[in-house]
């Protein structure tokens, strides 16, 4: 059995979970409203308090579809209760970031300021001028809209300039040396 996938999701207070036919999961919170549809070879049933998920058989699809399916429903609880968040640095010499309304401004040392806007369901703020915070109730969106910031110009390895994430970690190399 998937021990991930055994576990049931605990559902908080103020969170309402319903299954419509297809596996069409809606999940409503204080938050805001997710919803989903999962793989439909999973039973997904509201029992109480919880959300169980089981699987019909053990074929090797079934058995990777049980915790991911489970996986995905926890994801979306914990999004519409606490949301999740991403911190993103900017480091280098005149690299920075700026918020005007749902745009953020990043100046990355091209020739032109990099312009980009907030998705739906997605906010951006602007901490100091180096720190760009991305939130939602989405753990997917905000995770691709953050790396799609990085991707504007990503860590390099000799100087660490460029975007990275607050918990990464970037292995230095050692710079050229001159010929003696």
Do not use: C, W
Request: glycine residues 12%; proline residues 5%; hydrophobic residues 35%.
């Amino acid at each position: 059995m998937s021990r991930i996938g055994r576990m049931p999701v605990a559902i908080p207070a103020g969170v309402t979970v319903t299954v419509a036919e297809g596996n069409k999961v809606t999940v409503k919170g204080p938050k805001g409203t997710l919803e989903r549809v999962l793989p439909a070879e999973m039973d997904i049933k509201v029992e109480g308090a919880e959300v169980v998920v089981s699987r019909p058989n053990d074929l090797k699809r079934n058995k990777s579809l049980h915790g991911l399916t489970r996986t995905l429903i926890n994801n979306m609880v914990v999004g519409v209760t606490d949301g999740y968040e991403k911190k993103l640095e900017v480091n280098g010499v005149g690299y920075r970031a700026a918020k005007q309304g749902k745009k953020l401004t990043l100046n990355l040392g091209y020739s032109h300021p990099v312009e980009m806007e907030d998705p739906e369901g997605i906010e951006t703020t602007v901490d100091g001028q180096n720190i760009i915070i991305v939130k939602g109730i989405d753990k997917e969106k905000v995770g691709q809209f953050a790396a799609e910031i990085r991707s504007k110009r990503g860590p390099e390895p000799y100087k660490g300039k460029g975007i990275k994430y607050a918990d990464e970690i970037i292995r230095r190399k050692v710079g050229k040396t001159g010929k003696k």
